[in-house]
């Protein structure tokens, strides 16, 4: 009660002076700014920012949506759950979107809810490769990602019996939301 009553006594002392302090027009030159005004409100507006291609400056980075991963060759992956599903983006150096170069990639991860491991396919969605599984939390595993191309070989046994994979890439990944 006592907290009330005094912050309405503030207001009623507080809001006559904010309401007699004067109005500026600080789009007039001649008008001069309040004493407790910023000395920047005078300074002239910065001038428009020019094209970063003309001015030969280097061209700015962009942003990766969800969790970064390196490819190889200054590429990157953009790994994010939307939905609930996974959603993997493209980037290239700069770190700007670019079209998907996989057909698919396959997702495998060992949740912590159950026994066994569960499994996603991705597919183009868009410029990026999308998921139709929905992934429960606890979002706290490896996460095995694996890029497949339609134009890879078929698989092929080695000397020592074993098959040569047709993936283009594999990483694996501590997946943590």
């Known amino acids: 009660m006592k907290t009330s009553v005094a912050l309405v006594l503030a207001l009623g002392v507080l809001a006559p002076a904010f309401a007699a302090a004067p109005k500026v027009d600080m789009t007039d030159p001649k008008a001069k700014a309040p004493a407790g005004a910023a000395k920047d409100a005078k300074a002239p507006a910065a001038p428009a920012k020019k094209d970063a291609k003309k001015d030969g400056k ?14 190889g060759e200054g590429r990157f992956l ?38 066994g491991v569960e499994r996603s396919v991705l597919v183009p969605s868009g410029n990026a490769l999308v998921g139709d599984k929905f992934v429960r939390p606890p979002y706290n595993f490896n996460l095995t990602i694996v890029l497949l191309r339609d134009d890879a070989p078929a ?23």
């Open 78 to 115: 953009g790994l994010e759950l939307v939905g609930g599903k996974f959603k993997l983006s493209f980037y290239n150096a700069k770190k700007k979107p670019v079209v998907p170069d996989v057909s698919r990639a396959v997702l495998r991860w060992d949740p912590k809810y159950k026994l």
């Open 155 to 177: 698989p092929t046994p080695a000397a020592d019996g074993t098959t040569a994979e047709p993936a283009g890439e594999t990483f694996v990944i501590p997946f943590r939301q």
């Open 58 to 71: 280097k061209e700015e980075m962009g942003k990766i949506e969800g969790q970064e991963i390196a490819r």
